[in-house]
């Protein structure tokens, strides 16, 4: 069974930074394109960042120069370390297994003016 649990989110001020953590089980990160998605209130579900197996990664343009994302093979687990935030990254954050229905429950982030 697979799970992704997330972690890291919080409140933090604009221009800060925050590391999100998605810890997975039943799934091989390094084997498999990993995603992290975003909801703002009221919005839609976007992309944020994709990692690939083979470990070429893509942004949103929105988050580009800012966010990147990481995996720990030996822990399992991908990372999106956010800085320079901005109150438009205010949104839960979802770990995906992408292209999969395996989705986390999410980690809220909020950014404060």
């Known amino acids: 069974q697979v799970q992704l649990v997330e972690s890291g989110g919080g409140l933090v001020q604009s221009g800060g930074s925050l590391r999100l953590s998605c810890a997975a089980s039943?799934?091989?990160?390094?084997?498999?394109?990993m995603a992290w998605y975003r909801r703002a209130p009221g919005g839609q579900r976007e992309l944020v960042a994709s990692?690939?197996?083979?470990?070429?990664?893509n942004f949103a343009d929105s988050v580009k120069g800012r966010f990147t994302i990481s995996r720990d093979n030996a822990k399992n687990t991908v990372y999106l370390q956010m800085n320079s935030l901005k109150p438009e990254d205010t949104a839960v954050y979802y770990c995906n297994a992408l292209g999969t229905k395996y989705w986390g429950e999410g980690t809220l982030v909020t950014v404060s003016s």
């Open positions: 990692i690939q197996s083979g470990g070429r990664t």
């Open positions: 039943g799934v091989i990160v390094r084997l498999n394109a």
